[in-house]
């Protein structure tokens, strides 16, 4: 082994800064999956008799299907009878005010750097908090419904609005869509859910975060966001998790409409336990994140930073339906020591004049696979419709892989869709041009590792920008390549 | 004060410095004094070793050094790293330099200048300050803002990579400055301006080596001594008068002069 892969080797061994537990009593299903389980968490969450159809529904589809096995990913078999599918924690959720929140959990928040009293007095940023399996608490929830914008977990959804839940659940990413899915439709705990009416603009980013706290649960949650026409919306999505031995699964789905004129900005950076060096414990996140521009004009974009998590298995897609719409993907998805990562997009055209773009920077390090996977797809009637793809991967030390999937079907000839490609490495001439200015090795490929993927991070709001960054630094702490 | 006055006086001493690359030697007994306040001119035949001794002063691994000292303020420089050398106050503008695509100069020297402060034990400077100061040294090397705002040396010409690097020293205002052929590829009025920024840094307190082939940058920047380095070795040292009798004969009667010892 040379040198610099010794060092490499020595200094990628950067601690998971999230991986706290916290010691709030929970209120669990007992382990494993059957119809009984599914009925559990309904009756759990007091659900009408048709959400408990539509679960058995899914949950009995999904007993006749296998594990998907195309992704570019390798793990041992999920005992889906050694998982805990409910876990709440043991506290009367219908709170009126922050105050009455177990301080044990507004510590966790504050851990995560999420104090809810300094999220709704500073950042006008909007916060539904999932801890495991129930929504805790949706701020700023007074000065949203003065707009008509409904922000609120999904279970409440589905009480308040269960004429907006019934119609959309499951309408872009169908029960039967994959494995996951069905397993998620069957026992999807909680989530969020969100309405934007006709011609508002949110003023403000909603935000939730994510966390799996007890042991052995596997999350599921359910998002649901729907843009009426001519509405805007920029939501945020941050993910961590507690270092634990064992993988945890996570299987969410995340359905986004976009009506006519309609715009959807959805970021997300994931940073579940990725594992140890060696490969021990992490998240298995497996998620299907699906959008719809439903209406003429409609723009939706995801932006996602991953660098977390011990595998992910996630295309944040956007199905192109309504003519002139534009669908976006930009991503930076880094993996380190063990982590296995195949993520991608799928850009499906219809609509006429329908444009998508898609920006994809990976980063390999340490023994880790990262793959990009996605699909552009032009359907006959989408007259001119225009695709732009730029994948890059960069590569740090010899050890990891990059590996890149484009897959095009044009079914249009006026379509024009490009594909463009790069294979690059953190150059050792770089890293001693910033050591001559006197910045250390650590911070030089911080910084050029942030510059390779500006043109994703510019894409966060500003908040959000910053926090990706030093995850990015964080995650990637002592890969020199 | 106590310590040796000599040693304080001479900023950069080199003794007998030694360097190979993959088994080829590359230096064989570099001896150079530098005081501060000077400027000492290094010239010599393409291949000769210029770039080598200039890496090996900035701390790049991929030469060995097998023999020999470099002392610089005192401290053994060899011992240092290639940061804390730069945070210690020595600065290459390289013959070459890098393209950092996504990082534009200013977020690049923000980053130096503040890793530098750190290092002093001095507080990051606030970004009202540092635009401030960048303005002023703009000034300096009259170099283009916009150029500033662009991912660093991507697409730069030559000439502008060549600027920039000396803004940047502008910028990190180090005690030794080494310039690798920083004139090549620069036209007469940017030769003139980049001269201009070198002098103005120039004090009692600094020293500048710079390496080039060509006499006329060094009208501009007018040195109190010059060497010819030659298949590894000072062979001669003199004062300007000497890079004038270079360019009027070229290096021969040098090589001559040293195949015939
Ligand atoms: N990394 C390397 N691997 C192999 N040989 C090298 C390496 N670096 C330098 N050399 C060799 O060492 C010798 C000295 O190179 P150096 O770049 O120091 O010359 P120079 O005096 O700066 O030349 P020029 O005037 O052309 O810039 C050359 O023969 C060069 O090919
Ligand atoms: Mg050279």
Known sequence: MSDSNKILEELTQSDYKYGFVTNIENDSAPKGLSEDTVRFISAKKNEPEWLLEWRLKAFRHWLTMETPTWANVTFPAIDYQDIIYYSAPKQKISLSSLDEIDPELRATFEKLGISLDEQKR?????????????????????KLSELGIIFCSMSEAVHEHPELVKKHLGSVVPITDNYFTALNSAVFSDGSFCYIPKGVRCPMELSTYFRINAANTGQFERTLLIADEGSYVSYLEGCTAPMRDENQLHAAVVELIAMEKAEIKYSTVQNWYPGDKNGKGGIYNFVTKRAICAGDHAKISWTQVETGSSITWKYPSVILKGDYSIGEFYSVAVTNNMQ????????????????????????SAGKSQNSYRGLVKVMPRAENARNFSQCDSLLMGDQCGAHTFPYIEVGNPSAIVEHEATTSKIGEDQVFYCNQRGIDTEKAVALIVNGYCKEVLNQLPMEFAVEAQKLLAISLEGSVG | MTTDHLSLFIMLSIKNLQARVEEKEILKGINLEVKAGEVHAI????????????????GRETYEVTGGSITFEGK???????????????????????????????????????????????EAMDAVSFLKMMKEKTKVVEIDETLLKRSLNEGFSGGEKKRNEIFQMAMLEPKLAVLDETDSGLDIDALKIVANGVNKLRS?????????????????????????????????????ELALELEAKGYDWIKNENTAV
Request: proline share 3%.
């Open chain 1, 340 to 363: 296995q990562a195949d993520t991608g997009t799928k850009m499906i055209h219809i609509g006429k004049n329908s444009r998508s773009r898609i920006v994809s920077k990976g980063i």
């Open chain 1, 122 to 142: 500073l950042s006008g940023v909007a916060v539904d908090a999932v801890i495991d399996s129930v929504s805790i608490t949706t701020t700023f929830k007074g």
């Open chain 2, 204 to 240: 009692k307190n600094n020293a500048v080596i710079v390496v080039t082939h060509y006499q006329r940058l060094l009208d501009y920047i007018v040195p109190d001594y010059v060497h010819v380095l030659y298949n590894g070795r000072i062979v001669k040292s003199g004062t300007k």
């Open chain 2, 43 to 58: 010239m010599g035949p393409n291949g000769s070793g210029k770039s080598t001794l200039a890496s090996i002063l900035a």
């Open chain 2, 76 to 122: 053994d420089l060899l011992e240092l790293s290639p940061e804390d050398r730069a945070r210690e106050g020595v600065f290459l503008a390289f013959q070459y330099p890098v393209e950092i695509p996504g990082v534009s100069t200013i977020n690049f020297l923000k980053t130096a200048v503040n890793a530098i402060r750190e290092y002093r034990g001095e």
